[in-house]
């Protein structure tokens, strides 16, 4: 749970920290405005993902289900800059299908915690994994990093590509390469 009054202390003294004075008329309102923001950019710590992969549907096909560029926004947790890009993600039925939409809703809830983009991978595999039960599971994402951008390096445009594979994935190559030449 976000506790909005820790977060509002907590800006004021880094502000202070800066050398800025907190109560100059475009700072005044900061510290909420961060507050509020942050219930928003990490609402995920709270969100229980098992909730989007449940409502399930029977589905004949036993071939692969993708579902690819869907955008993501997450936080670095050594840093605390963003990282953003686009996750795809990829299963293999086993009797049941999903709601499309619950992919994406997967994705958001675990991109909207602290954390860093090869736990965030594993975590949407897994869950698919442990709430889906499909025959196998296989997540990639691509990410540009702020923390590689705009400071440290320096190095715009690098991305950062994860991959996951369960189940099926794991056991069959091919099927990742089938998951990769649709991705392309």
Known sequence: MIDREKIEAAVRLMLEGLGEDVNREGLIGTPDRIARMCEEIYGGTDEEVAVHLSKTFPASSNEIVLEKDIALYSMCEH???????????????????????????????????????????????????????????????????MCMTMRGIRKPGAQTITYVCRGAFKENPALCERVFSMIR
């Open 79 to 145: 840093h605390l800059l963003p990282f953003y890009g686009k996750a795809h993600v990829a299963y293999v039925p086993d009797g049941r299908v999903v709601g499309l939409s619950k992919l994406a809703r997967t994705v958001d809830a675990f991109a909207r915690r602290p954390q860093i983009q090869e736990q965030l991978t594993a975590q949407i595999a897994d869950a698919l994994m442990t709430y889906l039960k499909p025959k196998g599971s296989m997540v990639v994402i691509e990410a540009e990093h």
